[in-house]
Every structure is written in structure tokens, then in C-alpha cells.
């Protein structure tokens, strides 16, 4: 390897407080810009913030779930510098004296375990946020809805080493903040936000090399594809003896590159100072225990347990345990039905294909788990064939109506009567010699064929099983 990759992530997240972190503006994303806003949060003269309690539980919650120290004393401090989207002219957050500091979250790449420091997790105010018009038109628009949002940052140290490794430990902090139910953790609503430092130095260098951050990334992938751009085009620089220097860069998801935007070889001076108008946050043992205590099964617990109790693959574990409503959805089918492979089929298969091709989230589906542990029972029971089911699910998702009611409105009842069939399997025999010469004269793909095309006579309700064994029945004895 001619270079070692070092990468730190800075990751924020929007928490799901019912108001803003300093006044009871209502916390919601959306909305006709500069709806949500008051004096307090637009930074009014005289205006007096108050500090969100359950802003502050919740950062607590994320520090104990990775493995930080919870300060029994720490302090808010103003962050001074000015951008149109920051009405106050600085943003109050916290420096010397952060909520959390360090904790640890556990990869797993390519079956090694990696573990990857948390220097530090500590709450702040969102920023507003700039709508730029069109290149002709030379201004900017700004909404102030999202000033004031209660966040966390999550600072890494620098022990990520590969962008595959930047991912998976995204992918883990957004799992785990899911389950806290602190965030919702929306990428593309910018609830999951997360900046990269960047940097190569040689194998065994202890000194870091120049460092680029990088920014606008909106998705999982985007991260790992920024940061594997990044590794490659400064390993191309460095090639040729060429000088890397610190700057931020964005994302450009279109050109699939990294640009400059500004150099930013100095640290700059956010003159930090305790902020005058917010008492110290002081949080005894007993109250981080009480919170210790609601910090439900978190992800890879989850995971582990549904292999062990529920004998899934851990494929199908990691895929069922990846989203909490979507565990949760599954468990749930299993309090009706013992199959717990047969539900992880439909759940990873069907399911989470229809809520992916129609951009769904849990809360949208219409019908409880238990509409679709009746349609496993109708395929059990023969009443319906595994392509009509396929059918009748789409139809649960448009309707919200019961399978068995669908059955009906859909003329999708099975075909097992014998004699029905046989009549069926018959005529189709009969319009395909060559296929029963060819099975014969021993091609058993043949048979499949005529299976196909019975099924397709019948519109798919006959039954598969019956079907087939007439046919082989049939064709044995000619």
C-alpha cells in the first residue's frame, strides 16, 4: 500500500423534539418558509433562549448507545461567526465542555471487527437555510424554519481508514440513532448530515497529511463514492510530486467529482466563549441511569438475537434489523405465525421491493402485519397460488383491504379441483406435441414448459402441485 487513508466524520443529526432547541417554535421539517420562527430563534434583540430539556436527554441517550462518558456537568457556549443563514451572528453550542466524549462504535468490514472512536458528541442550534435562485438571477432567499433545530454533532476521531469503512460506520450510527427514536435520521430531508476530513500520508507516518473536507453528501453512497473520488485524486496529486493543500470541497453528485470551494489552511477563530444568557447543564449519576434504563435493544443485539431465537440466516438478519419498523413489523407477523423464515422471505422480498419501487416508508404502509399472516395462511391452504399472492400483496398496499376480501374482487381463487384441471392439462397437451415428443425422448425441461403453459392457461390460479402431477401422470402412461 503507497498510502494510508485517514478519514474523521463530523456527523449532525436533527433530533425529533416536539420544539426547537431554545424557544416552542414547533420542530417539523416542511413548511411554507418562515412559518416556524420567533423572536428567539431570528435572533431578536432581548429575545432569551431556554435550553430544550428533551434535546438534552436525547444527546444523552446517543452517548450512552456509543459507549461515551456522560458529563455530570458541561456548558453551552457561543460559536461566533456570521453567514446569512445565522440571524444571531453566532451559534450556540458547546466547546471545552461537551455532553459526551469518548465513545466507540464497532464495524465489521470484510469479516474484521474495527472499532472507531467517538471523540466527542455535544448539542448546538441548526442554522437556517439558503435558497439560491437561478444562476440569471444574482440573490438568495433564506428560510428560517430550520434555525434554532436541536442537533448533535458526532465528531470520529480520525480510525477510518477506507471509504468502505466511512459507510459502514455511517450506516451503524444512523441504525442506532433509528432505534433511540432520537432522529429520523432522513438524509434526503437533511435530519443526517455529515462532513468528511479527508487525508494520505505515508504507511507508518505518524504526522497527517493536508486535509480537505468535504461536504454536500446526501445519501450513504454518495459518502463512500466522495470519499473514494477524494483517496484517488490525492494519491494522483501526490504521484506526481504534486502539494495537496487544506481546503473544504463538495460533492458533485452529477460529475461524480470533488470541487473546491474555499481554502481553509488556518483554523478559524469562533472566539468561543460560555454563553451568558444559559446556566450550566448539570446531570446527577441517577438521571443517566433513569435515561440508561429506556435505551431500548439496540441494532446488533436485535441482529444477534433473531439468528439465535428465530434460526435466520444472518443475511436475513442484518437486512430485517437494519430498520426498527421494519423489525418491528416482522416480529409482529411472528406472534401469529411460526414460520419465521417463510415471513423473512415475503418481508425482505415483496415487501421492502413494492415500499422501495413506490418511494414508501413503514408509516405508509395501510394494513397491519396480520393482513399479510393471512395471505401466508391462504397459500398454505391452497386457497391461493404463490402468483396470485404476489398479486393480492400489491393490492393490500393500493387498498388497505383484507387478502381474502382481495381474493375475491380479483377472481384470484385457486384452481385444485381434479377435474377441472384435468380438463385444462388436456387441451394443453394436445396444442403442444412437440413439447411431449421432446419429453419422450427424455428432455425433462420439456415437462417444464407444459407446466408453464398450463399455469398460463389457468391465469395463474391453477394449482401448481396438482398441475404438475397430471401432467407427469399423463405423459407417463401415453
Known sequence: MKYETVIGLEVHVE??????????????????????????????????????????EFAVKAGLATNCRIA??????????????????????????????????????????NRIGISRIHIEEDAGKLIHA??????????????????????????????????????????????????????????????????????????????????????????????????????????KDGKLIQETRRW???????????????????????????????????????????????????????????????????????????????EKCLIEYDNPKAVSNWVMGDFLRIMNDRGLSIKDIIFPPSYLIKLLRLIDSSAISGTAAKQIFEAMFESGKKPEVLVKELGLEQISDEADILELVRKVIKDNPKSVKDYKEGNNKAMDFIIGQAMKASKGRGNPKVISETIKSILDNM
Do not use: W
Open 15 to 56: 433530533l425529533l423534539t416536539d420544539t426547537k432547541m431554545f424557544c416552542g417554535c414547533k420542530n417539523e421539517f416542511g413548511g411554507d418558509a418562515n412559518t416556524r420562527c420567533c423572536p428567539v430563534c431570528l435572533g431578536f434583540p432581548g429575545a432569551l433562549p431556554t435550553l430544550n430539556e428533551n434535546a438534552v
Open 72 to 113: 455530570e456537568y458541561s456548558e453551552m457556549a457561543r460559536k461566533n461567526y456570521f453567514y446569512p443563514d445565522l440571524p444571531k451572528a453566532f451559534q450556540i453550542s458547546q466547546h471545552n465542555l461537551p455532553l459526551c466524549s469518548n465513545g466507540y462504535v464497532d464495524i465489521e468490514v470484510g469479516g474484521i471487527t
Open 134 to 239: 437561478d444562476e440569471a438571477d444574482d440573490y438568495s432567499l433564506v428560510d428560517y424554519n430550520r434555525a434554532g433545530v436541536p442537533l448533535i454533532e458526532i465528531v470520529s476521531e480520525p480510525d477510518i481508514h477506507t471509504p468502505e469503512e466511512g459507510r459502514q460506520y455511517m450506516e451503524k450510527l444512523r441504525k442506532i440513532l433509528e432505534y433511540l427514536e432520537v432522529s429520523d435520521c432522513r438524509m434526503q430531508e437533511g435530519s443526517l448530515r455529515c462532513d468528511a476530513n479527508i487525508s494520505l500520508r505515508s504507511p507508518g507516518e505518524s504526522k497527517l497529511g493536508a486535509k480537505v473536507e468535504i461536504k454536500n453528501m446526501n445519501s450513504m453512497k454518495a459518502l463512500e463514492k466522495a470519499l473514494a473520488y477524494e483517496e484517488a485524486r490525492q494519491a494522483e496529486v501526490l504521484d
Open 252 to 330: 458533485d453528485e452529477m460529475s461524480g467529482t470533488t470541487i473546491s470551494m474555499r481554502g481553509k489552511e488556518h483554523a478559524q477563530d469562533y472566539r468561543y466563549f460560555p454563553e451568558p444568557d444559559l446556566v450550566p447543564i448539570a446531570i446527577d449519576a441517577k438521571r443517566i441511569r433513569n435515561i440508561k434504563s429506556g435505551i431500548p435493544e439496540l441494532p446488533y443485539e436485535r441482529e444477534k438475537r433473531f439468528i439465535r431465537e428465530f434460526g435466520l440466516p444472518a443475511y436475513d438478519s442484518i437486512v430485517l434489523t437494519s430498520s426498527k419498523a421494519i423489525a418491528d413489523f416482522y
